[in-house]
């Protein structure tokens, strides 16, 4: 009998990526603590924060296969994570104008069956144009990206505040990096297109 597949994410954003793949999944709510160890790296926060978002679910679902993943943005070696207000989003804004942004996210595919724990990193570069204060404002007046780390959604309007874009998987910045995780699907046997 093929595995569960679980979402441990509560992100809309990472359930329509999934959804996009057509197969048959739940979603669970990871309840992890995401505050960096002191002196993490970006990288290996985001990894470390995906692994346990899938372990954190699995005691409910002992028997699955589990998404975890996490992504995390840095400039100059600052993480910068969700604003979760207006404030917040203007001042990452205009600190992000003009600069190249790694986003860097973290992927899990965790076994729970055989306890085994597949993991990939996939940096996405994104560089701001110049913007100004009206159009920080304007933007975040029509597309509140609060819950986003660097306060925009290149999935949406937040498209129009970026130069250029530079990652081997556009799903990546929305959160759920499609490519890699059909890689860590095809590993333990499971092909989408079967």
């Known amino acids: 009998m093929p595995q569960p597949l679980i979402l441990a994410s509560t992100s809309p954003y990472r359930r329509a990526l999934l959804e996009r793949l057509g197969l048959p999944f739940a979603v669970a709510n990871p309840e992890t603590d995401e505050t960096p160890l002191p002196g993490e790296a970006p990288e290996a926060l985001s990894l470390r924060l995906s692994e346990a978002k899938a372990r954190a679910v699995a005691a409910q679902f002992p028997d699955a296969l589990i998404i975890g993943s996490d992504q ?12 979760g207000t207006h404030e917040r989003a203007v001042a990452q804004l205009k600190t992000l104008s003009g600069k190249t ?6 992927l899990c595919l965790y076994n729970a069956r055989t306890n085994q724990a597949d993991t990939l990193g996939i ?3 994104v560089t701001f ?4 204060d009206s ?3 304007n933007y975040l007046q029509r597309e509140p990206a609060y819950n986003c780390a660097g306060s925009a959604k290149s999935e949406g309007l937040g498209i ?3 130069e250029s874009m530079r990652g081997d998987d556009p799903n990546a910045l929305v959160g759920l990096p499609l490519i890699a995780l059909c890689t860590l699907l095809r590993r333990q046997g499971i092909s989408v297109l079967s």
Do not use: C, M
């Open 72 to 83: 995390v943005a840095t400039v100059d070696g600052k993480i910068y994570g969700k604003p």
């Open 101 to 106: 942004v790694n986003f860097f996210t973290g």
């Open 123 to 125: 940096p996405t570069l």
């Open 129 to 132: 144009r110049q913007l100004s």
């Open 135 to 137: 159009e920080i404002e």
């Open 160 to 162: 129009a505040l970026l």
